[in-house]
């Protein structure tokens, strides 16, 4: 069978729009959000081909947005991711209530504990992730020797809850053990100065290594060691590893 003429200059074409714009379809990709109806696996499957419309077809965005908001709506009922993104959410606001500042952080495992306490059915944290992923509400991945630890954003957590019209539980006005301030002048301090003192000998202490001298948690360091950070007092080497400026 003769081959089609047109063939080939379409594949060479195809290349080379490839190689050209990938950049631009991949950041179109990133700025792509779930919708109050697309949401779940089927966010997954039209998240892509709504970045390249975005790009080479933006004219017709709103259009497809539409045709994959109706698909998504029929599919939602049986869709357990959806159901997982809520669960998730429902665990975000009660750490988000909880935070000091504008962030806070979570383990993955300990994302997936709490959502398994909600949805027993979640085997493992593989569904967690994509949840974590379709909400779009993280600053900052870590990946640590203790796992994947997320940096999320309160007021996106908070955004993306009303927009699902999911309600925070109010904290108790009787809380007999109410949370220390994490930032104070003396926690800053001891955390710089160990940082610097370690790395005497060394070129970086292992965020472990602080838990033990310091007496804080992780959370509390990640928090210390992030207004340091901005600071330009110390800097992040590696996942789980700092030295001083």
């Known amino acids: 069978m003769n081959e089609d003429p047109r063939w080939e200059s379409l594949v060479n074409s195809l290349i080379r729009v490839t190689i050209k714009y990938w950049p631009e379809v991949v950041l179109a990709y990133g700025q792509i959000e779930q919708t109050e109806k697309l949401v779940g696996r089927r966010f997954n499957y039209w998240a892509p081909l709504l970045a390249v419309c975005r790009v080479f077809a933006p004219d017709r965005f709103a259009d497809l947005l539409s045709l994959a908001e109706e698909d998504s709506e029929k599919c939602e009922a049986s869709d357990e991711l959806s159901e997982v993104e809520n669960a998730l959410l429902n665990v975000l606001l009660q750490s988000a209530a909880e935070a000091e500042g504008d962030s806070f952080t979570l383990l993955l495992k300990e994302a997936t504990q709490r959502v398994q306490e909600l949805l027993p059915w979640v085997k493992d944290w593989h569904m967690t992730k994509s949840a974590i992923d379709n909400l779009a509400v993280v600053k900052q991945k870590i990946n640590a020797k203790n796992g994947a630890t997320y940096r999320f954003d309160v007021e ?78 110390v800097a992040q080497c590696h996942p789980d590893a700092w030295r001083p400026v």
């Open 156 to 233: 996106r957590v908070r955004a993306k809850a009303v927009a699902k019209g999911i309600k925070a539980e109010q904290p108790s006005s009787k809380d007999e053990n109410p949370r220390k301030p994490i930032l104070t002048k003396e926690n800053v301090q001891l955390v710089c100065e160990t940082v610097r003192r370690q790395c005497h000998s060394k070129e970086s202490v292992d965020i472990s290594e602080l838990v033990l001298i310091t007496g804080l948690t992780n959370d509390e360091l990640a928090v210390i060691l992030e207004k340091l950070q901005r600071e330009g007092a």
